[in-house]
């Protein structure tokens, strides 16, 4: 594996990990005021169509690293609607 | 311009501009409590990351998406360390 592909790999693991402490602090603090809603449904739909995108072009860590984030970022928005 | 290509486009542009709200919103209720630092640290450490690897493809989407969402994300850290 070259070293651009490793980047790359090691990019979108960090920006999809990122997601578990935001996801364990809403929880743990029952409250996700701070969290712009406009963000969390602008950024899931993004994420969505990173999905898409990586579905059309057959690329697994494109479909992986979306797969997981967007998981993630719904659970966030739940809580955003929950715990306001 | 392919449909592929667009769907890209399209995905970048989504996942950038959500970052104006969530800046926003920290800048004017003056709190960032709700926002993990380690979310902030580990998406930025991975935005800078995608940024190299952008510069590194000499993709130019890749390294304009990700100028401006690290921009937000570090706007957003500064006002974290401000606000707490």
Redo the contacts between chains.
């Keep these: 594996m070259d ?2 592909t490793i ?2 790999l ?10 578990f ?2 996801l ?3 929880w743990q ?1 029952k ?6 809603l ?2 969390l449904i ?2 899931s ?3 969505l ?2 999905l ?2 990586g579905i ?2 057959n690329g697994l860590p494109i479909i992986l690293s979306n797969s997981i984030t967007l998981a993630l970022t719904l659970v966030i928005l739940y809580f955003k609607f929950k715990f306001g």
Excluded: E, H, N
């Design positions: 070293f651009v980047l790359g090691t990019a979108g693991t960090l920006t999809t990990i990122a997601f402490p935001q364990l602090k809403v603090s409250s996700a005021r701070d969290i712009s406009t963000w602008t950024f739909s993004g994420i169509l990173w898409f995108y059309s072009v």
